[in-house]
């Protein structure tokens, strides 16, 4: 519930109601705390709506695409206060649920966290966008708590326009490039506008920039006390029985135990920076189609069909093979390497060992990502008592559908084979097992060496590749009523809104077994789907009371509940 008592200058309006629906305009302390223009958010030369609203001084760092631990999608943040928190409307209504990944840590689990994907909606067919942050957003619910962002979209363009945009860094990378297309034809009885965009953008790498190519701005790349350095890198990092944690001496071969010496988290850090991207890759194409047709001078049809498709990668640093008392998850901490394995110089067993497999290539997420919406509806006025009411009804379906690939990963089962008992047969050909009883299939793998030791052929067996599919669907209808009920003040008549909304919105999430059961690197996640249906009502009142009183333009007070 909300009340707003506001007191400012305001002219008469004069509204085509078949436009507007059952949607009366904004009285004073209604209006948008910021409109921002489509035509002006082009001039930019941004090609996202993510990215241009990041750049508002009121949104939060959550709005920003984050190449290392992001997805592809892109959310906004207003106040800070979390994507979760900042509402996201197409044309005053909500759109589908968004698939971007909550966690991507490394055994942090997996989760969505369904904020709306501004790249799933073309900026070549915005109008403008509204922004409320006051008190007009507190009937939206508690989903709207940081404010609302309502995304407005062409519907009354005439003639063609066709528009290219391209673009790099002045160091020469991240080239960016859009093309638009659109097309607005109409009559006395109806109007259909058309679009099409291609958007492209390249990457950045980490490394590229002085700014993010050490963990911690300004301070030592290797130290991983304090600094952010990773205690892993692409040398071996051991545990050894009575010697403590021992590292790789820089140009040793590390096959006997003079090569190796204690661990010093002080300098022993490896600087993962340059391996991963600062700016990930994207590419998105859309079509949109708009039109509205006059039944009757007082019934519109209107429609919209919206789709969008994306691929998008981000990559970062190799992931660590790493076990026994270096880590804490059971699968890879109950990982010991035997004296018997072919590659241990120590003659013990190595009960902790971590290395970053770099020859193999890092780790990489690919996604593809499909959005299709739909709607239609009617409105239109009618007399009702001397007065003239507007209604409108209508539905909404949409969907999102998202492919997921990651690369990079590694079972536990076939590293616990490869780091076992090992041998060489008597072709001189590496072998896991023992003699007489080799694993097929399997090759032993060398974390004693430097980096350039793992071959191809070792990391064969180990790498999974983890594949998903998941999906939200929207699907919404809803009716309103607005008119005139009074007037105090000459030429401001007081007006009200019913409305009436219900919303089913469903996810599916369908990992592979590797994800699913949690056998290797992969976060674990099961499989899941669920639902809900949501119905709102709305009672809304605007009443201007008095005007040109000692000095006071308008006083009006708004109620909604």
């Known amino acids: 519930m909300a009340l707003v008592l506001a007191a400012a200058t305001m002219a008469g309006w004069s509204p085509d ?20 223009d489509g035509e002006a958010l082009r001039a930019t030369g941004l090609v996202s709506l993510g990215e241009l609203l990041a750049r508002l001084p009121m949104a939060g760092p959550g709005s920003a ?6 997805d592809g999608s892109a959310a906004v943040d207003l106040r800070g206060l979390g ?10 209504r909500r759109w ?28 070549a067919a915005v109008e403008r966008i509204e922004i409320h942050t006051g008190a007009t957003a507190a009937h939206h619910g508690s989903g709207a708590i940081a404010g609302v962002v309502d995304v407005r979209l062409r519907r009354d363009f005439e003639g063609l326009q066709a528009s290219t945009h391209w673009g790099e860094f002045g160091q020469g990378d991240g080239r960016r490039q859009r093309h638009e297309f659109l097309l607005g034809a109409g009559g006395e009885r109806g109007h259909v506008t058309l679009a099409a965009s291609h958007v492209s953008e390249a990457a950045v790498m980490a490394g590229d920039r002085a700014i993010s190519a050490v963990p911690t ?37 590390g096959t006997a135990p003079e090569d190796f010496r204690a661990f010093d988290a002080g300098r022993d850090g490896w600087n993962f920076a340059p391996s991963a991207q600062l700016r ?49 998850t059971s699968e890879f901490r109950n990982i010991v390497i035997p004296a018997g394995h072919l590659y241990n110089p120590f003659g013990v067993d190595v009960t902790g060992f971590g290395r970053r497999p770099v020859e193999l290539g890092g780790r990489r997420s690919r996604q593809e990502v499909g959005t299709w919406v739909v709607d239609a509806g009617l409105r239109g006025v009618l007399d009702l008592a001397g007065r003239r009411l507007a209604w409108d009804l209508g539905a909404r379906h949409g969907r999102n559908e998202r492919q997921d690939q990651d690369l990079g990963h590694f079972s536990a089962s076939a590293l616990a084979r490869a780091l076992g008992p090992s041998f060489v047969d008597a072709d001189g050909t590496p072998r896991c097992g023992v003699p007489g009883a080799v694993l097929a299939g399997c090759v032993p793998l060398n974390l004693f060496g430097p980096e350039g030791s793992i071959t191809p052929a070792m990391g064969l067996g180990l790498a999974q590749v983890v594949q998903s599919l998941a999906e939200t669907r929207l699907t919404s209808q809803w009716a309103g009523l607005s008119g005139d009920v009074f007037e105090r003040v000459p030429g401001l008549p007081a007006q009200f809104r019913l409305g009436w909304t219900r919303r089913r919105e469903t996810l599916t999430d369908t990992p592979d077994a590797f994800a699913n059961q949690g056998l290797g690197t992969a976060p674990f996640r099961a499989s899941s789907a669920g639902s809900q249906r949501v ?27």
């Open 217 to 253: 701005f300004g301070l030592p790349a290797t130290n991983s006390d304090f600094v952010g350095a990773s205690r892993i890198g692409p040398w071996p990092r051991l545990f050894i029985p009575g010697l403590g944690q021992q590292v790789l001496i820089p140009g040793r071969p």
């Open 65 to 70: 695409r984050d190449a290392h631990f992001g």
């Open 280 to 328: 990930a890759p994207s590419e998105r194409s859309a079509l949109f189609m708009d039109g509205r047709y006059r039944l009757s001078d007082a019934v519109e049809f209107h429609g919209q069909a919206h789709f969008n498709a994306r691929r998008s990668e981000q990559r970062l640093a190799a992931f660590p093979l790493a076990g026994g008392v270096l880590v804490s």
């Open 96 to 123: 589908p649920g968004g698939l971007g990944r909550a966690s991507r840590g490394a055994f942090d689990g997996f989760a969505f966290n369904r904020d709306t994907d501004l790249d799933s909606i073309p900026l």
């Open 17 to 36: 109601v078949l436009a507007q629906g059952a949607t009366p305009p904004p009285r004073p302390g209604a209006a948008p705390s910021r409109v921002l």
């Open 83 to 92: 994507a979760g928190r900042t509402l996201v409307l197409v044309d005053g």
């Open 535 to 561: 119905d709102e009502a709305l009672v809304s009142l605007d009443a201007p009371l008095w005007a040109g009183y000692r000095g006071l333009h308008l006083l009006s007070v708004g109620l909604d509940l």
